[in-house]
C-alpha cells in the first residue's frame, strides 16, 4: 500500500522545483514506487566545493529536497511540511558525474515525520547519508 496521499507524476514534482535552489542545482526527480521518492544531481560546477568535489551542502539540499517533498506527498489538502533538523554522514567524496538520492519514511506520524535520504554515487557507492525531520503543520 503506498504511503503518498497527493498523487503527483515526476513530470509535476519536477516543475514545483523550477525557479528555485532545486533547478539550479540541477535536482531532478526520477522515481517514486509505493514508499520511496528517488533523484539525481549533477556533481560539477553548480554542485562542487573549491576543492572540485562535491559540496558537503550540496548533499544536504538533495536530502532536503527529497524528505521536504516526500513529506508532502504524504499529507493531504491544506497540509504543508517543514524541516525542523537535519544531518548528514559523508562517506566518500565524489568529483564527477551523478549522485542519487533515495528517500524513504523512518517515522510518519499526524504531527511529525523522520526520512532517511541515503545518496549514492554512479558505482552505487553510498556517499552520503542523512536523515531529515519534519513537522507536519495544518
Do not use: Y
Not at 100 to 116: A, D, N
Amino acid at each position: 500500500m503506498s504511503i503518498w496521499k497527493r498523487q503527483l507524476t515526476l513530470d509535476e514534482l519536477n516543475s514545483m522545483g523550477e525557479k528555485s535552489m532545486v533547478a539550479r542545482l540541477g535536482i531532478t526527480f526520477t522515481r517514486m514506487d509505493e514508499e520511496s521518492l528517488e533523484a539525481e544531481m549533477p556533481v560539477d560546477e553548480r554542485t562542487h566545493q573549491p576543492f572540485g568535489l562535491l559540496h558537503g551542502g550540496a548533499s544536504v539540499a538533495l536530502a532536503e529536497t527529497l524528505g521536504s517533498m516526500a513529506g508532502f506527498l504524504t499529507t493531504s489538502e491544506g497540509q504543508c511540511v517543514v524541516g525542523t533538523e537535519i544531518s548528514a554522514s559523508h562517506h566518500r567524496a565524489v568529483a564527477s558525474g551523478k549522485v542519487r538520492g533515495v528517500c524513504k519514511p523512518l517515522h510518519l506520524s499526524k504531527s511529525s515525520q523522520v526520512w532517511e535520504i541515503a545518496i549514492f554515487d554512479i558505482r552505487g557507492k553510498r556517499c552520503c547519508t542523512s536523515r531529515l525531520t519534519t513537522a507536519v503543520l495544518g
